[in-house]
């Protein structure tokens, strides 16, 4: 008896390489596929304002980096002791405004050089539910534990999120023609709008995104919700909170993430370099100058070898064994 509801992924007709810079924004869940990438080292960046949720504040992030908008201090908000943009996650915010904005412009900067370069943008949409700043009406993308009596609630409507989102798209594309845009939705349940209301927002999502598939040059669509939703589908699957999703899910995800959108002999490459920076976490139960030596020189022939075939920057890797030889 089966007890799992499998289903097929349609292969990509566009692999990510060590080649293919990739950006992910969206939910926290955008992070945790990124970094899984990261992990093999391969050339990603994401969220460059910090996770955001709703699908007006990944415009504005995606807006604030492509006009190269310099923040300043009139951007910012003082609360509490500390300065905070609306724009960005709770990451840049500081008691003093100039590191704030140095952080935030520092890697504005960042996000639209690697932009320029990327050939895959990964969106990751947790909620179509926004909070407006009352005092501007400003959708934010964070409310850095402001009281909430500050803020609008408003769940947004399948047209508004299609209407914004094709300009969006219109845009992307005409300033990075060579883009792969992929939608996904995050498992992640946004548990404060209660279960009925959690639902109804991930459907607004869905209903959006699947109207903006019909775009003029059509997105991808990565079933990352259903995989847990319908696929694991059992709390086995969560973290202890019972809204996230376990390593486990994450890591099964990622299975069928790297399936989708990576070659064979590139995931072997992933593996190679994914054992790489474990080995550099490994604690020895030996003395032996020879054994740690040998584990040392093995490492690093590995790492000269794997930076024979792709592009990689295995620097930090190769001072930790170089180091950790023993003359």
């Known amino acids: 008896m089966e007890l799992r509801t499998t289903f097929n992924i349609e292969p990509s007709p566009y692999k990510i390489t060590y080649t293919d810079p990739v950006m992910f924004i969206g939910s926290c869940f955008a992070s945790s596929i990124g970094s899984q ?51 960005h996650y709770t990451d840049f915010s500081s008691d003093d405004p100039v590191k704030v904005l140095d952080k935030i412009n520092k890697k ?26 009352k005092k501007t009406g400003l959708i934010v993308s964070n409310c850095h534990k402001i009281p909430s009596a500050l803020f609008e609630p408003e769940l947004l409507t399948v047209n508004e999120i299609v209407t914004l989102w094709t ?52 997105p ?33 995800i990622w299975d069928a993430f790297s399936t989708c959108f990576m070659e064979s002999k590139t995931m072997k490459i992933w593996n190679e370099v994914v054992n790489i920076t474990k080995a550099c976490n490994h604690r020895f ?6 054994k740690i030596n040998n584990f040392a020189e093995r490492m690093l022939k590995q790492i000269s070898d794997i930076e024979g075939k792709v592009p990689i920057n295995l620097s930090h890797e190769r001072n930790y064994f170089q180091n950790l030889l023993i003359k």
């Open 108 to 133: 504005s900067k960042e996000a639209l050089d690697f932009l320029r370069g990327a050939r895959f943008l990964f969106i990751t949409l947790g909620t179509a539910r926004v909070y407006k700043w």
């Open 285 to 290: 139960n030996t003395d032996s100058t020879i």
């Open 37 to 87: 990438m990261e992990m093999g080292r391969m050339p990603v960046m994401i969220n460059p304002a910090g996770a955001v949720f709703n699908p007006v504040s990944v415009c504005n992030t995606i807006d604030t980096i492509i006009s190269g908008k310099e923040f300043v201090e009139d951007d910012l908000h003082y609360h509490d002791g500390t300065w905070l943009s609306f724009y």
């Open 167 to 218: 300009t969006q798209l219109d845009r992307l594309y005409s300033h990075f023609p060579q883009l792969k845009v992929v939608f996904t939705i995050s498992p992640v349940r946004h548990w404060k709008d209660g279960a009925h209301g959690n639902q109804v927002s991930k459907s607004v999502l869905f209903l959006a995104v699947e109207e903006l598939l019909n775009h003029s040059v059509p």
């Open 220 to 252: 991808q669509y990565f079933p990352a919700y259903e995989l847990v939703m319908d696929d694991l589908r059992d709390y086995r699957f969560y973290n202890d909170d019972m809204l996230h999703p376990s390593t486990a899910a994450i890591g099964y």
